[in-house]
């Protein structure tokens, strides 16, 4: 990726007196003074895991003032370490280095540390400060901002959490440039989201730009986390806590995880899944008459640019989908709610797709191999 200098650039998560800034740049990590603004206090808790630590977690702690009495959490990676176990190993920390209220952790990696961090923060001592220094794609443009904290429980992904803004988010855009395609092409799926829920005119500049942004073009990369952040701001702003158009962010989702958990957490990456799920939504938006063949091609062209899958998993029948999906947290009163494209760039919460529509889809969308 090449290395430019930039002006980094500055978006709000308008929220009142818990409103933040999210900075985006090359070469914001170590940057000094980025960080101290937003300290709580003296006491600094880095928490990362084995992977990103020996690439960031120097540069990290180089961006906190001298006085800083800073502590490091090196976890495993993978999403297994997203577990209540985990955030104990973060308290149990927190409390043998005698850390107070006025401490501030730091959550330096993916969505994985992003969440839990968060989540550790949300609790500890009734809550601390926290910030959100996130590492790969998915983690710039979706899990940093929006304050959805949490970890899994051993019977669904992200059943236990809380809502819990960070004080600051930090995007330093070159970290990206160690990042693993797949893990690029993941996060990317989030960033088409973006286009297909909010902004058609996005995402027909995502259709001209994906080469650039698979090649990690400076200037491409920060457009597309710029306005994926903003889209994403501007929603958390209206709707915080997820009672109305906060759920179209969920676009893709709810196929994705049913995908994710019939195959087993980390088989399919999660942004994976979310391709894939897109498409089946995008699929039985034209079933129901909303979308065209031409907009279906579209979404799918898209997802094979990113390198997505656009196929479900081998071997996973409709009722592998349906009893999963009947599981998800948006549904009420046991109705199953999905989010649908009434057009590109305009999604929308639909609970009433026939279910023989929706058997249809699940029993005909192909499958890989
Ligand atoms: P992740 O945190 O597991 O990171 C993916 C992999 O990349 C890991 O192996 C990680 O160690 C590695 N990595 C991180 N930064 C790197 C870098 N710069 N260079 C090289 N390797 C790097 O996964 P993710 O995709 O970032 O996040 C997925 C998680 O985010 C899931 O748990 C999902 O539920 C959650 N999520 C949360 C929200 C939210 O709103 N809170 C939104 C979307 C996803
Ligand atoms: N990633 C979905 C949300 O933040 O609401």
Redesign the pocket.
Known sequence: MTETLSDPRTLEVALGERSYPIHIGPGLLGDPGRLAPYLAGRQVMIVT????AP??LERCRAGLPADTEVRELVLP???AT?SLASVERIWDALLEAGFNRRCTLVAL???????MV?FAAACYQRGVAFIQV??????QV?????????V?HPLG??MIGAFWQPRVVLIDTN??????PR?LS??LA?VIKYGLIRDADFLAWLEQAMSDLRALEAAALTRAIERSCTLKAEIVAEDETEQGVRAL?NLGHTFGHAIEAHQGYGAW???EAVGAGMLMAAELSRRLGWLDDGDVARVRALLEAAELPRVAPAGMGAEDFLSRMRLDKKNIDSRLRLILLKALGDACLHDATPPETLHALLTQFPRDG
């Open positions: 895991n084995e992977v990103v690439l960031y990676d993978g999403e997203k990696g993916g969505g994985v540390i992003g969440d968060g996130p590492t790969t794609l998915l983690a979706d899990s940093s901002v929006g304050g959805k904290t949490g899994n992904k992200n970290t990206l440039a160690s990042l693993p893990e993941a996060g989030e962010l990456l999660h942004g």
